[in-house]
Antibody
Framework: EVQLVESGGGLVQPGGSLKISCAAAGFNFSASAIHWVRQASGKGPEWVGRVRSKNKNFATDYLESVKGRFTLSRDDSEKKAFLQMSRLKIEDTAVYYC?????????WGRGTMVTVSS | DIVMTQSPDSLAVSLGERATITCKSSQTLLDSSNRKKYLAWYQQRPGQPPKLLIYWTSSRQSGVPDRFSGSASGTDFTLTITGLQAEDAAVYYCQQYFDIPLTFGGGTQVEI
């Protein structure tokens, strides 16, 4: 069974930094791209970015509004993906999900809450 | 970016009746190499993550009741819920995963 578990969310001040993690199990993590999707309260989901597999040179892609502030990475030996967020803004407040899209559909974690507030 | 236009914004349906939600993509979601359309449907209840219902336009996720079905005509996609149950009250989203950025429809609130 595919499992994705996010962790590391919390309260951070505007301009601050936070790193959240996604622990994976139950599938070939190293061969899979990992997406991050966020959802602000009362809003629809919004794609944040993607980190591809080693075969794709760990290439990353980002939502325009987070480019230069957010960095995606992964550790295949630990089966973990990471989202490093810096220069955080109030509008980055959301639940952050990691998502793996496979041939049997998209698998989501339960999310971790990131609150940017003074 | 591929724009997903979902309608209606909200829908009130009686128990046992049918609900139909549509989503239109601004570009094709068809991969000619595998003949698959990269469209998924999600259900989201308050305080919960989105739950995958349908992928590849019409494939039902394991465990999803067969009253949920998906179909397509060109770039128009439909989620149909037949025999609506009380637990189907939720927000429903379509999502394209043909290209990045992944994009979602605006959501449809289904009320019983």
């Amino acid at each position: 069974e595919v499992q994705l578990v996010e962790s590391g969310g919390g309260l951070v001040q505007p301009g601050g930094s936070l790193k959240i993690s996604c622990a994976a199990a139950g599938f070939n993590f190293s061969a899979s791209a990992i997406h991050w999707v966020r959802q602000a309260s009362g809003k629809g989901p919004e794609w944040v970015g993607r980190v591809r597999s080693k075969n794709k040179n760990f290439a990353t892609d980002y939502l325009e509004s987070v480019k230069g502030r957010f960095t995606l990475s992964r550790d295949d030996s630990e089966k973990k993906a990471f989202l490093q967020m810096s220069r955080l803004k109030i509008e980055d407040t959301a639940v952050y999900y990691c998502v793996c899209i496979r041939d049997d559909g998209a698998h989501w974690g339960r999310g971790t809450m990131v609150t940017v507030s003074s | 970016d591929i724009v997903m236009t979902q309608s209606p914004d909200s829908l009130a349906v009686s128990l046992g009746e049918r609900a139909t939600i549509t989503c239109k993509s601004s570009q094709t979601l068809l991969d000619s190499s595998n003949r698959k359309k990269y469209l998924a449907w999600y259900q989201q209840r308050p305080g919960q993550p989105p739950k995958l219902l349908i992928y590849w336009t019409s494939s039902r996720q394991s465990g999803v009741p067969d009253r949920f079905s998906g179909s397509a005509s060109g770039t128009d996609f439909t989620l149909t819920i037949t025999g609506l149950q009380a637990e189907d009250a939720a927000v429903y989203y379509c999502q394209q995963y043909f290209d990045i950025p992944l994009t979602f429809g605006g959501g449809t609130q289904v009320e019983i």
